[in-house]
């Protein structure tokens, strides 16, 4: 009986050690998990910001171009006030990409990029001057609106409608309209054009359903009821904090 005592007591000595070694172990590859997912989420809203910011202010860019170049040779003074808003955006363009290198060297926490809210949206009409008239409707009674839902709403539908400028062929209107429902703020771009059917889903959808599901939302983009191409995101309020 001593001996089977003995032997009990000399296999949880030595028991322990791996004990230990086992949850330090598991601690270890706990962390190793946690860090890697950090790195994982930071590197996909990195990936958003910069494909955002580059997306649409470069074609911004482009259209104002082109408005540009058309009005040169019978309107200089309109042509000159096209040269104004390119050169803003050019501007607005290089703080938004100096933020994110900023950013991406230093490591810091800071958020990559002035957040613009609800209220800028009518803002976006302007970059499209020249090209596709845009018009934004916000319910005057939308009520309190959390700090991350606003700018994931206003990016939503600033990469919605850069890709309407770009991929709607014939549109003559894009519409922008927020509204209030309940707990959630609504979100609905569309356009009148005929989009171009392309193969698989591009960055920008796949951004944009992102920061939806993100804050505990929901997105949804395709053929509009009629003709053209419509965006839909419902984020709550709160932007998923309870």
Same mark, same amino acid.
């Given at each position: 009986?001593?001996?089977?005592? &003995?032997?009990?007591?000399?296999?949880?000595?030595?028991?322990?050690?791996?004990?230990?070694?086992?949850? %330090?172990?598991?601690?270890?590859?706990?962390?190793?998990?946690?860090?890697? &997912?950090?790195?994982?989420?930071?590197?996909?809203?990195?990936?958003?910001?910069?494909?955002?910011?580059?997306?649409?202010?470069?074609?911004?860019?482009?259209?104002?171009?082109?408005?540009?170049?058309?009005?040169?040779?019978? &309107?200089?003074?309109?042509?000159?006030?096209?040269?104004?808003?390119?050169?803003?955006?050019?501007?607005?363009?290089?703080?938004?990409?100096?933020?994110? %290198?900023?950013?991406?060297?230093?490591?810091?926490?800071?958020?990559?990029?002035?957040?613009?809210?609800?209220?800028?949206?009518?803002?976006?009409?302007?970059?499209?001057?020249?090209?596709?008239?845009?018009? %934004?409707?916000?319910?005057?009674?939308?009520?309190?609106?959390?700090?991350?839902?606003?700018?994931?709403l206003y990016r939503i539908a600033r990469e919605s409608i850069t890709n309407a400028v770009r991929h709607a062929s014939g549109a003559t209107e894009i519409s922008v309209a927020v509204a209030g429902l309940g707990d959630s703020i609504s979100l609905t771009v569309c356009d009148d054009g005929i989009t171009t059917p392309s193969n698989g889903v591009?960055?920008?959808?796949?951004?944009?359903?992102?920061?939806?599901?993100?804050?505990?939302?929901?997105?949804?983009?395709?053929?509009?009821? &009629?003709?053209?191409?419509?965006?839909?995101?419902?984020?709550?309020?709160?932007?998923?904090?309870?």
């Amino acid at each position: 009986m001593a001996a089977f005592s &003995d032997w009990i007591g000399g296999f949880i000595v030595l028991s322990i050690p791996i004990e230990i070694g086992l949850v %330090v172990r598991y601690q270890r590859s706990a962390k190793e998990r946690a860090i890697s &997912d950090a790195k994982s989420f930071e590197r996909a809203e990195l990936a958003r910001e910069l494909h955002d910011t580059v997306a649409h202010h470069v074609s911004a860019i482009a259209v104002q171009a082109q408005a540009g170049r058309a009005m040169a040779a019978t &309107d200089r003074e309109r042509a000159i006030g096209v040269l104004a808003v390119i050169e803003e955006a050019a501007s607005r363009t290089l703080v938004e990409m100096r933020s994110m %290198v900023s950013t991406l060297r230093d490591g810091a926490e800071a958020e990559l990029a002035p957040q613009q809210g609800l209220q800028d949206l009518r803002r976006l009409a302007e970059d499209t001057a020249g090209a596709v008239p845009v018009t %934004v409707s916000i319910d005057e009674a939308i009520g309190t609106v959390g700090s991350a839902t606003e700018p994931a709403l206003y990016r939503i539908a600033r990469e919605s409608i850069t890709n309407a400028v770009r991929h709607a062929s014939g549109a003559t209107e894009i519409s922008v309209a927020v509204a209030g429902l309940g707990d959630s703020i609504s979100l609905t771009v569309c356009d009148d054009g005929i989009t171009t059917p392309s193969n698989g889903v591009g960055y920008g959808l796949l951004g944009m359903a992102e920061r939806a599901e993100l804050l505990g939302g929901s997105f949804d983009a395709g053929p509009g009821p &009629d003709r053209g191409w419509q965006v839909a995101a419902t984020i709550p309020r709160t932007g998923g904090q309870s």
